[in-house]
């Protein structure tokens, strides 16, 4: 049975709602009418709780950490503020302290974007990641360099020597250039170093004789610092590293935010966003982002069927 003080509150709440929807909540919250503004408040809390449904549901993007943290967030934070305007979802920017760390967020589903080539192996593969896109830049190679003035100029010379690497996940700077030390004996101490800048600091600073490197990542360090390297290996050509989305983003918000990366280079305030980028890491001033289904990184899952047991 209701109790007697409701049969006063519903008339008026009724009445408050009546009004609401009349659009006269003004003349309703004039004093001396507490019960119906009272009634009044609580209904629109309650109408506006469909519009808080529909917000956007914030994604995280990781990128691998190619750079120091802070260069890769100066680089990626203007392009991830623009695609989330221009898509209409909110996309946040999430870095592991090492390219190692953020590769682990993926794998804990911890997010739903990524640029990486992290996720090629057979295993993970299985988990449902799909490419949408790519980086336009040129081809890029597996590398194993030393300073222009070292005395090294083979392989076989770093037997025993310290190489530096920027992590365990790092499929073109580490497992590529490490597997070809390995397939020709030459047994070296290597040392992770978070990233490539990481590693770069070590061979600048000679406690490593050598770095495993990407091409790209090698020219864009002697652009910025000034240092010249010899390059003692290189690999075939590879593509650069792939947008992917996971499976469980709505094809809806997945549209939405390819779209947006794809028409960055076809729109003034995208160009000039992707350029600055670009000269900021030394990358080419053209350098957009264009579609990919994922064919294109073959020769990334290949290496797994042949690569040392330690590396796939």
């Known amino acids: 049975m209701m109790p007697p003080a409701m049969h006063a509150i519903v008339p008026a709440c009724r009445a408050a709602r009546t009004a609401v929807q009349g659009k006269t909540i003004r003349f309703l919250l004039q004093p001396g009418?507490?019960?119906v503004r009272t009634c009044v408040l609580a209904l629109m809390t309650l109408l506006a709780l469909p519009a808080l449904a529909q917000e956007?549901?914030?994604?995280?993007?990781?990128?691998?950490?190619?750079?120091?943290?802070e260069l890769t967030a100066r680089y990626w934070n203007?392009?991830?503020?623009?695609?989330?305007?221009?898509a209409g979802v909110r996309l946040q920017l999430k870095l592991g302290r090492t390219s190692a760390?953020?590769?682990?967020?993926?794998?804990?589903?911890?997010?739903?974007?990524?640029?990486?080539?992290?996720?090629?192996?057979?295993?993970?593969?299985?988990?449902?990641?799909?490419?949408?896109?790519?980086?336009?830049t040129p081809p890029i190679h597996s590398q194993i360099v030393v300073l222009a003035d070292s005395p090294v100029r083979t392989l076989e010379q770093l037997s025993g020597q310290t190489v530096a690497f920027p992590g365990p996940e790092a499929l073109v700077a580490y497992k590529f250039s490490y597997a070809e030390?390995?397939?020709?004996?030459?047994?070296?101490?290597v040392v992770f170093s978070g990233n490539m800048d990481g590693a770069f600091a070590q061979l600048s600073s000679g406690r490593a004789q050598a770095v495993g490197a990407n091409s790209q990542l090698t020219e864009g360090w002697t652009r910025r610092e000034g240092k010249a390297l010899r390059v003692l290996w290189q690999s075939q050509p590879l593509h650069d590293l792939a947008l992917m989305v996971s499976k469980h983003v709505p094809p809806a918000d997945l549209r939405a935010v390819e779209r947006a990366f794809l028409d960055m280079a076809r729109d003034p305030e995208g160009r000039r966003l992707l350029a600055s980028a670009a000269e900021l890491v030394k990358l080419p001033p053209d350098t957009a982002f264009v579609a990919s289904d994922g064919s294109e990184y073959g020769t990334y899952r290949s290496f797994y069927q042949n690569a040392p047991a330690s590396l796939r």
């Open 101 to 136: 760390d953020t590769t682990a967020y993926v794998l804990a589903h911890e997010v739903d974007f990524v640029f990486t080539n992290h996720l090629f192996s057979p295993e993970r593969d299985r988990l449902g990641w799909k490419t949408f896109g790519r980086r336009s």
């Open 33 to 35: 009418r507490r019960l």
């Open 181 to 189: 030390l390995v397939h020709r004996s030459v047994p070296v101490q």
């Open 56 to 69: 956007p549901r914030t994604y995280y993007f990781s990128p691998v950490n190619q750079y120091g943290i």
């Open 78 to 86: 203007p392009l991830i503020r623009y695609v989330s305007e221009r």
